[in-house]
């Protein structure tokens, strides 16, 4: 089980930044994500980092969004830039299942495409005009 929190949500206006961060307590976690959801809208991935390092990017976000995680710190983050309006959503962090429970429960391994298991509660970002 993987138990992820994140926080740094608030209300700014378009142009500004803002960064989110999320804690876990999992260091064998396949990998770990940013999803958000607007009020309407499916919830949708923002970005995403596997165990190898490799990233990925909603087009919407990619050239102002940076996911990055620090294993010392237990955190990850996500520094958006040049927010827009459109940004206004719930953010929320997830994680995939660890290597273990992968291994435990098919006999596989973190390959694949990213499957969120575990999510955290979600955090506020408003962006006005």
């Known amino acids: 089980q993987v138990h992820v929190a994140e926080s740094g949500g608030g209300s700014v206006h378009a142009g500004e930044s803002l960064q989110l961060s999320c804690t876990f307590d999992?260091?064998?976690?396949?990998?770990l994500g940013w999803y958000r959801q607007a009020p309407g809208n499916e919830r949708e991935a923002v970005a995403t980092i596997r165990g190898d390092d490799t990233t990925n990017y909603a087009d919407s976000v990619k050239g102002r969004f940076t996911i990055s995680r620090d294993y010392g710190k237990m955190t990850l983050y996500l520094q958006m830039d040049n927010l827009k309006t459109d940004d206004t959503a719930v953010y929320y962090c997830?994680?995939?299942?660890?290597?273990?429970?992968?291994?435990?429960?098919?006999?596989?391994?973190?390959?694949?495409?990213?499957?969120?298991?575990?999510w955290g509660r979600g955090t506020q970002v408003t962006v006005s005009s």
């Open positions: 999992a260091i064998s976690t396949c990998g």
């Open positions: 997830a994680a995939e299942a660890t290597f273990f429970e992968r291994r435990k429960e098919s006999g596989g391994d973190c390959s694949g495409d990213f499957s969120p298991r575990y």
